[in-house]
């Protein structure tokens, strides 16, 4: 059973840094496509970031481009989001969400709620205080 594994949220003033982190373990193919929902009480789950693994090829919602940088460990099948220059609104519950698919289709399915990826973790909560 595929499972993925969240780390590194938190709490932290406007304008500091945070890492999250994801590692894919359990599964019987390995994925190559991964990446970052957030989530705030009241409003859809938003793609934040995306990675597909053959050519590394990003995703980045308006939002956070320029600021957040997805990055990949190939060989832990691990995925990191870097958050830097945070503000209030990137507030929220984020969770990894993980397939095994082309490029289009990853990188397509990280911009909406994401409801067509497979494996997903169990959430961390980022918390920016202004």
């Known amino acids: 059973q595929a499972q993925l594994t969240e780390s590194g949220g938190g709490s932290v003033q406007a304008g500091g840094s945070l890492r999250l982190s994801c590692a894919a373990t359990?599964?019987?193919?390995?994925?190559?496509?991964m990446g970052w929902f957030r989530q705030v009480p009241g409003k859809k789950r938003e793609g934040v970031a995306a990675?597909?693994?053959?050519?590394?090829?990003?995703y980045y919602a308006d939002s956070v481009k320029g600021r957040f940088t997805i990055s990949l460990y190939k060989a832990r099948d691990t995925v990191f989001l870097q958050m830097t220059t945070l503000k209030p609104e990137d507030s929220g519950e984020y969770s990894c969400?993980?397939?095994?698919?082309?490029?289009?289709?990853?990188?397509?399915?990280?911009?909406?709620?994401?409801?067509?990826?497979?494996?997903w973790g169990q959430g961390t909560q980022v918390t920016v205080s202004s």
């Open positions: 969400a993980a397939d095994h698919a082309s490029r289009d289709w990853c990188l397509r399915a990280f911009r909406g709620e994401g409801t067509d990826l497979s494996y």
């Open positions: 990675i597909y693994f053959e050519g590394e090829d990003t």
């Open positions: 359990g599964y019987t193919y390995s994925s190559n496509c």
